[in-house]
């Protein structure tokens, strides 16, 4: 892609007009005590824009127009390290822990997911629900600022559900198989029979009987898990 520093030139000139008209000029220039972001002098920018183009100094108008961009997180410093440890280190620590046995699919669950309905967080964001072992992450970014991002606990859809005054009461209720002739156990078997039901009018032909020595699975709250019994 070419550059054409005439046309480039008489754009800058242009600019300056429409900047001219700016309010918060000055106060860019000389932000008040406080300001989170460093002070930013338009026309003095603009100035040296307009002395590259005239002197031809870009290769392609891509260049120019990426100098005439606005610094509004198009130009985000690239994360260096977290907790102290290279980002490259820590990110294939957390993409071992993953299901998947190809590093090649572990990986980009890190990130954001599009694909998933549900949701498109990655596990970096998510780690699946899980405990991810700090309770607060320094991230530090190439242009040697630092931010700490906190671990945080987002109650799902379910909390509303959750009934249970402590961890022995919970592992009873979603760890331990139901007692024989509990009325838990009995909707358990209903929809066992039900599933065999529909499993028996989908298949036309015998299957051989499972062997003895497999454990009995037994269907748990709706999602199928397995309960070994």
Known sequence: MPFDSQKGSALIKEMRKYMEWHTMVDVLKDPPPGYASPPTDLFKGL????????QSKYQSQLEF??????SDSHRVSPVTSINGHKVELHLNQLALAQHEQDPDARYPRLGSQSPHVSSNAGVWEFNEGLWPGEKE????????????VKTTAIPGQDILLFAYPDGHSLFQAVCVPPREGSREMQKLDAMESKISAWTAS????KTAQASSRVPHPLLRRLRFHLALQ
């Open 47 to 54: 100035d040296e824009i307009h002395v590259n183009a005239t």
């Open 65 to 70: 127009d990426a100098k005439l961009l606005a």
């Open 137 to 148: 992450f320094k991230i530090g970014f190439g242009n040697k600022t630092d931010m700490r």
């Open 202 to 205: 989908a298949t036309s032909t």
